[in-house]
């Protein structure tokens, strides 16, 4: 057994067994409430810069397969569990947790009490940690700890996102969903802030042509597409801290190419963009929302959603003009915004993560939400 340290800026040590990569790692750290999808979680780029920890005690049975990423690679920077399974049964599995990280060069720990950690993060909130499995002196993790950069402040997106544009092609609609009302050719351009998979399968499944460009990419880029919609998808790092996406944003709202307003569609990251392009600000949650049984209220039906959220950042609600913006979705745990529209322009946004299935498949209607749009924009 490699004894591994997972050190907090604030003095506080937990020391387990190592997994994974026997290396070291900064960044803040988090906790995760999914009792199941950690193979989506690791993969998710919007925990690059983030150390993650995961509620339920036991992660790893299921192995890890082909099907289940949500971008080309692991993002977490570390990941810390209490007990990871020393079985891995499934029949789609190809490989084990432990065996998927070493080969990505991600550290993890086992063997701590995350229930203590979740506890701790929640009354002190989330902090910058350090955690190594090579060296377990508790006083030299604490400095590193304290020496890491954090969040606030750091443009993330920049190392997630991709270099040049592609389209998605990696799933083919499912049997039976075609049909003369579907729009076969409905072109989105997905904005990738460090897209998830599930999304562009979500398009994908939808009819639409889902083609990516770079976080970096300019109105009159997107508009080269010829779009019928934009998607600013999510994303890791500070929503502040990327001025060029949130110009980009403006742009596409006050004044789109040829004049013509675009359907916007903004997912966590895209969504705290279109927040400051609208004129709004942003702000840094305690100990953030990772989870996948969030309640989410929708303001126009009452009705309440369970949904998948990653964010440690939010939209300022007081912020937002309220004479072009109208709330549309409102977290019940902490009365944070989680959806917000455009009163006069096809622009909406949520906070959650509508393809994600954490059980149910409650927020799946918004992509029906923006073909709709799209429809109705270019009929």
Same mark, same amino acid.
């Given at each position: 057994?490699?004894?591994?340290? $997972?050190?907090?800026? %604030?003095?506080?040590?937990?020391?387990?067994?190592?997994?994974?990569?026997?290396?070291?790692?900064?960044?803040?750290?988090?906790?995760?409430?999914?009792?199941?999808?950690?193979?989506?979680?690791?993969?998710?780029?919007?925990?690059?810069?983030?150390?993650?920890?995961?509620?339920?005690?036991?992660?790893?049975?299921?192995? #890890?397969?082909?099907?289940?990423?949500?971008?080309?690679?692991?993002?977490?920077?570390?990941?810390?569990?209490?007990?990871?399974?020393?079985?891995?049964?499934?029949?789609?599995?190809?490989?084990?947790?432990?065996?998927?990280?070493?080969?990505?060069?991600?550290?993890?720990?086992?063997?701590? %009490?995350?229930?203590?950690?979740?506890?701790?993060?929640?009354?002190?909130?989330?902090?910058?940690?350090?955690?190594? @499995?090579?060296?377990?002196?508790?006083?030299?993790? #604490?400095?590193?700890?304290?020496?890491?950069?954090?969040?606030?402040?750091?443009? $993330?997106?920049?190392?997630?996102?991709?270099?040049?544009?592609?389209?998605?092609?990696?799933?083919?609609?499912? #049997?039976?969903?075609?049909?003369? %009302?579907?729009?076969?050719?409905?072109?989105?351009?997905?904005?990738?802030?460090?897209?998830?998979?599930?999304?562009?399968?979500?398009?994908?499944?939808?009819?639409?042509?889902? @083609?990516?460009?770079?976080?970096?990419?300019?109105?009159?880029?997107?508009?080269?597409?010829?779009?019928?919609?934009?998607?600013?998808?999510?994303?890791?790092?500070?929503?502040?801290?990327?001025?060029?996406?949130?110009?980009?944003?403006?742009?596409?709202?006050?004044?789109?190419?040829?004049?013509?307003?675009?359907?916007?569609?903004?997912?966590?990251?895209?969504?705290?963009?279109?927040?400051?392009?609208?004129?709004?600000?942003?702000?840094?949650?305690?100990?953030?929302?990772?989870?996948?049984?969030?309640?989410?209220? %929708?303001?126009?039906?009452?009705? #309440?959603?369970?949904?998948?959220?990653?964010?440690?950042? @939010?939209?300022?609600?007081?912020?937002?003009?309220?004479?072009?913006?109208?709330?549309?979705?409102?977290?019940?745990?902490?009365?944070?915004?989680?959806?917000?529209?455009?009163?006069?322009?096809?622009?909406?946004?949520?906070?959650?993560?509508?393809?994600?299935?954490?059980?149910?498949?409650?927020?799946?209607?918004?992509?029906?939400?923006?073909?709709?749009?799209?429809?109705?924009?270019?009929?």
């Amino acid at each position: 057994m490699t004894t591994a340290v $997972l050190a907090l800026e %604030d003095g506080k040590v937990y020391r387990g067994e190592a997994f994974g990569a026997l290396g070291e790692c900064e960044g803040e750290v988090v906790f995760n409430t999914s009792m199941t999808g950690y193979q989506e979680i690791v993969t998710d780029a919007s925990y690059k810069g983030q150390i993650v920890a995961m509620t339920y005690p036991l992660i790893g049975n299921c192995g #890890v397969n082909d099907d289940d990423v949500e971008s080309r690679r692991p993002w977490v920077e570390g990941f810390a569990v209490r007990e990871l399974s020393r079985i891995t049964s499934n029949w789609r599995s190809r490989k084990g947790l432990n065996e998927y990280l070493k080969e990505w060069n991600v550290p993890g720990i086992q063997g701590i %009490d995350t229930r203590d950690l979740t506890k701790h993060i929640r009354t002190a909130g989330a902090m910058r940690a350090f955690l190594s @499995c090579v060296d377990a002196d508790p006083k030299r993790a #604490v400095a590193r700890a304290r020496a890491s950069p954090g969040l606030v402040g750091r443009d $993330l997106i920049r190392e997630v996102t991709c270099e040049k544009p592609w389209e998605w092609d990696g799933h083919q609609p499912p #049997v039976g969903t075609a049909g003369q %009302d579907r729009p076969r050719h409905t072109t989105v351009v997905v904005v990738d802030y460090g897209v998830k998979y599930g999304i562009l399968r979500h398009l994908r499944e939808a009819g639409c042509r889902a @083609c990516v460009v770079p976080a970096g990419a300019t109105a009159r880029d997107i508009a080269a597409e010829k779009p019928d919609g934009v998607l600013l998808s999510n994303g890791p790092g500070d929503p502040s801290a990327v001025p060029y996406a949130v110009e980009t944003a403006r742009q596409l709202i006050e004044d789109p190419p040829g004049g013509r307003p675009l359907p916007i569609f903004g997912i966590c990251m895209g969504h705290q963009i279109l927040g400051q392009a609208l004129g709004g600000k942003t702000f840094k949650l305690k100990f953030g929302h990772h989870g996948a049984n969030h309640p989410v209220m %929708d303001m126009r039906t009452t009705k #309440v959603a369970i949904t998948v959220q990653n964010h440690g950042f @939010c939209v300022d609600i007081d912020s937002l003009p309220p004479g072009d913006v109208e709330i549309t979705h409102m977290n019940l745990n902490d009365n944070t915004l989680e959806g917000m529209r455009h009163k006069r322009l096809p622009v909406f946004s949520v906070q959650f993560h509508p393809e994600a299935s954490p059980g149910p498949h409650d927020a799946h209607y918004l992509f029906g939400r923006f073909l709709e749009l799209m429809r109705e924009t270019h009929a």
